[in-house]
């Protein structure tokens, strides 16, 4: 279970060790990494061309798929051992996760789609994350402001936006729960320079608040200086085209 998980000062944040990943229906795997890991509160530029599985190695970190071979741990809980839904309810309490296509639910409120995470994520105070759900809303308001959202935006459906500011939303929505671990899939593709400023230094600051272990995909390579360490991906995954798993 994910309280079971052991989490000392020496645990990797994320730790992924002879980590083999093929899609459903192909042979060939789209990630092969022997050994990979963070520290807890560290920062990783990620980059690569275009299908190296960046995206791919983010849903493996997410628990939303599990690799055919190798073991996936973060926070000292290994991904195989829980079931789809432990999965499920770990990523909600511990993981960030902002991603390509943002997923924000069309129909809820911007306010909502931010406060949903908070809900299912259902952290006390002693986590550092306001409990009540009117600080919980005042919270989400101040990260929408932060990011550079207009405040009636706030009450709008989320099908309302446009894709920059449903970008920003699901930002706010990935660090509203101040995960453990934050995966963030190009985060700031839509935003104009300003809006990416902003954004960057919102998602930085809370980052370094929470120590919170960061992995952030994208293919502006400007943006790499803001943090400890950049990785091209086909550096760390030996993928060998047509092998069988
Ligand atoms: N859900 C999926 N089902 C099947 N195959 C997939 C799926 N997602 C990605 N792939 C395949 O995995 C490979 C890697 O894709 P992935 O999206 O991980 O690359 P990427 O490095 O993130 O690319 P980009 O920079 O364009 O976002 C591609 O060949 C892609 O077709």
New binding site residues.
Partial sequence: MDTDHKNTPMTPAIALRDVQFA?PG?SAP?LDIPDFSLAPGERLFLY?P???????LLNLLAGIVLPQRGEVTLLGQSMAALSGRQRDRFRARHIGVVF?QFNLIPYLTVLANVCLAAHFARRTPEDGTPATPSDVRNHARELLCALGLPLEIAEQPASNLSVGQQQRVAVARALITRPEILLADEPSSALDSDHRDAFMEVMLRQVAETGSTLIFVSHDRSLATAFDHQQDLRELSRVSVGEEL
Avoid: C, N
């Fill in positions: 899609w192909q789209v690569g275009s299908g190296a599985g960046k995206t791919s390509q």
